[in-house]
């Protein structure tokens, strides 16, 4: 990277800047502009204006000497055009009419109350479908390694990326939404007869305005009847008026049950069946089959449950599993099912179940980008990048979604070593999330997830601009390779800054700051940054040995680091070996210039502090008890290590045994001979994955189990007052 690259990014930050700011300060004055009023009022500003110059043209032309534009005929003109434009709104709303019951009365009389139940559960089915979609229950059930790290000890970010003591995983920004906003509006306005329309202190019933304004306003109508036929009641509806007849029909018992007691149903019972029918048919949801439609709206009425609270969260996610699996065992075409039961698998961490639901809904529906996102994350998850890398490609042809996308592409070329590509990427990423985030602001859209994830993409690429930057500054000799180290260095941490104020809320982008500055020798604006990140996340070691090693190069401020070490050492167990290697690096700093000042002759009011602070230093015993921590965390990570490889493999034998024995099991209820040979191969080999992976002991007649005892969570270390039992120097 050159100086006029560095020199551009810089001016793109800028540049950026003001495009936020600009798209917010006209997003504002639309949105105060935007009311009811004016929402009402705007569709019929442009027919106004054309009526009126219209007449005026016509005052100008022929009827000479007087006006035709009064305030008073404009009223008019926009009172005619609002009643026109209201007409047609009413020749497309559904109206339901009262249902006719021959149940009490052979001859017929109107049940009032009818219609409207049927209104409210087409409304409910509407709005079921709407809050629901796009939106996930457990947002963090998909991780992965997205976060680039600044490391003072590394000159590329490729050394910090394959050491594992650098990189964790987060949950994905922006996971796959369920989806369920396939239907159509037909029923969205749906309104009863008895309904009334206040204006004022006058409430006109909607049946007796539908009459005065006669056929001119006549739409769609729903007529209902309800019958009982040998004993069967039955509810009918058909719809006239529309585009296409409709009719319905619901009995019941259905054809394939047995009939119920007498008197054990009522017709207002029969409404919900009757309104997934009429959903099913007019709205289209996804599915041409009512039972699916009923399965498939359950599920998704079950999904909303996790939404609203964390009580019972996996059992709600079981039963929305069920459902949806219902809703394909009645349609095997509905690829919305497919794409919402590899969400719901996703959640419970079924990962397997969850890609072959995804596959089987880009496979009936090879346009949908929801699940080849879905998809493309679990495939992150897995680090299965060769894989992720052409779903990724097919949703950049299919045009969205962008930002994720291309943040997903780096994350690939990043773990695939392909650096120039990953750099790439971020770049894009960078500009079509700020593209977005204007888009969201002149709209008035929520923003929060994208702007978490613009602070990704920001935060890595300044990363990514640091190292090039540390690198040219050691590496380079030449006045003009510092230039442009320098010149880069301002771009990385321009686009830090950036990242900081869409997203504040972590220590983490202080933290990346205040190590970019400790890289360029700024000990003083890495301070102040790491001060920032203390603030956010306070009693974090990590930030505090890093704070101990910018404060021990100020002078006048001794005493703050060797405070900041003391605190850092009382938390050790948050800390890494570098960790431990950056303290023994402060203690050694404050030592040379304890050595320094007292060679110094003429010493200032910050070095005479610094030197009584420095005079009381019991290096060696620190020294001790670094060297001791260490070696007991080296141990305890040596454990971690050998358990992290063992548990994966063990958690896999444990899937397959499950599903031979699964299989054993299906097998044995068929009861042929060939399904018995089957099924004990299965379960022999169910046997043998178990007895290999988690062998037992024989204890007085029972086996011990594999697992290891339940663990004691450990507790919060900013809840707690005292430091925990870590060895001490004395007992080495």
């Not at 204006?49 to 022929?62: I, N, R, S, T």
């Not at 006669?214 to 739409?219: E, N, Q, S, T, V």
């Not at 190069?553 to 570098?578: T, V």
């Amino acid at each position: 990277m050159g100086a006029g690259a560095a020199i551009a990014a810089i001016l793109g930050v800028g540049l950026r800047y003001v495009a936020l700011y600009t798209a917010r300060v006209v997003g504002r004055v639309w949105n105060w502009f935007d009311g009811p009023l004016t929402r009402a009022l705007l569709p019929l500003a442009v027919p106004t204006a054309l009526v009126c110059v219209a007449f005026g043209l016509l005052d100008a032309w022929v009827v000479h000497g007087t006006s035709w534009l009064r305030p008073r005929n404009v009223a008019v003109v926009i009172a005619f055009l609002a009643f026109v434009r209201w007409l047609m709104r009413a020749r497309t709303r559904v109206v339901v009419d009262d249902f006719v019951d021959y149940l009490r009365n052979p001859e017929g009389e109107r049940a009032p109350g009818l219609s409207s139940l049927l209104v409210v559960e087409l409304a409910r089915l509407h709005e079921l479908y709407q809050v629901v979609d796009e939106q996930r229950a457990r947002p963090q059930a998909v991780k992965a390694q997205q976060y680039a790290y600044f490391d003072e000890d590394k000159d590329a970010v490729e050394q910090a990326d394959s050491d594992p003591t650098v990189t964790n995983e987060q949950p994905l920004d922006s996971p796959a939404p369920i989806r369920a906003a396939e239907a159509d509006d037909a029923l969205q306005g749906a309104v009863s007869v008895e309904a009334k329309m206040s204006l004022g202190p006058v409430s006109i019933p909607v049946g007796a305005l539908l009459a005065l304004a006669g056929g001119l306003a006549r739409g769609p109508r729903v007529v209902g009847t309800v019958h009982k036929v040998e004993g069967k009641l039955i509810v009918t509806a058909r719809m006239v008026g529309g585009r296409q007849a409709h009719t319905w029909r619901v009995d019941d018992p259905p054809a394939d049950r047995e009939p119920l007691p007498e008197g054990k149903r009522q017709p207002e019972e029969l409404l919900d069946e009757l309104a997934v029918r009429m959903f099913t048919d007019l709205a289209r949801p996804g599915s041409a089959k009512w039972k699916a439609t009923w399965a498939h709206s359950n599920g998704l009425r079950a999904y909303r449950g996790c939404l609203r609270g964390r009580r019972d969260h996996r059992l709600k996610l079981r039963e929305a599993e069920q459902l949806f699996l219902a809703a394909l065992a009645e349609d095997d075409q509905f690829e919305l099912a497919y794409h919402n039961l590899g969400i719901v698998a996703t959640e419970l961490g079924r990962l397997e179940a969850a890609e072959n639901a995804f596959l089987e809904a880009i496979s009936r529906n090879p346009t949908r980008w929801e699940s080849y996102y879905g998809l493309a994350q679990l495939y992150c998850q897995q680090k299965r990048w060769n894989e992720m890398v052409p779903l990724c490609e097919r949703l950049l042809d299919l045009g969205r979604p962008k930002v994720q996308t291309y943040h997903l592409l780096a994350l690939a070329d990043r773990f695939l070593k392909n650096w120039e590509r990953a750099l790439e990427n971020r770049k894009q990423a960078v500009h079509h999330g700020w593209s977005s985030l204007c888009t969201a602001a002149l709209t008035g859209r929520p923003s929060e997830g994208l702007c978490r994830l613009g602070a990704i993409s920001l935060r890595n690429l300044g990363v990514v601009r640091g190292y090039e930057a540390k690198w040219l500054r050691r590496h380079g000799k030449r006045f003009r390779a510092q230039v442009i180290s320098r010149t880069i260095f301002w771009a990385a941490r321009a686009e830090l800054r950036q990242a900081r104020s869409l997203h504040d809320s972590q220590g983490e982008l202080y933290f990346e700051l205040g190590k970019l500055n400790a890289a360029q020798r700024r000990w003083r604006e890495a301070s102040q940054a790491f001060e920032q990140a203390l603030r956010l996340e306070p009693n974090r070691s990590r930030f505090l040995v890093h704070l101990a090693r910018s404060l021990a190069h100020q002078p006048g401020r001794a005493k703050e680091a060797l405070d900041a070490c003391e605190k850092a050492l009382e938390w050790p167990s948050n800390l890494r070996s570098s960790g431990f290697q950056r303290l023994r690096g402060s203690y050694e700093t404050l030592e040379r210039r304890w050595v320094t000042l007292e060679a110094t002759q003429d010493r200032g009011a910050d070095e005479e502090k610094d030197l009584s602070v420095l005079r009381a230093l019991e290096r060696d015993r620190r020294m001790a008890e670094i060297e001791t921590l260490q070696s007991f965390h080296d141990r305890r990570d040596a454990a971690r290590r050998q358990e992290a490889r063992t548990e994966p493999d063990r958690g896999d034998m444990w899937t397959k045994a499950q599903e031979h024995l699964e299989r054993g099991q299906a097998y044995l209820k068929d009861g042929s001979k060939e399904s018995a040979r089957r099924a004990a191969r299965h379960l022999q080999q169910a046997a043998d994955l178990l007895s290999c992976s988690y062998p037992g002991k024989a204890n007085g007649g029972t086996c011990t189990p594999w697992w290891p005892e339940p663990r004691t969570p450990p507790e919060d270390p900013r809840r707690r007052s005292a430091p925990p039992s870590w060895p001490s120097v004395a007992t080495r």
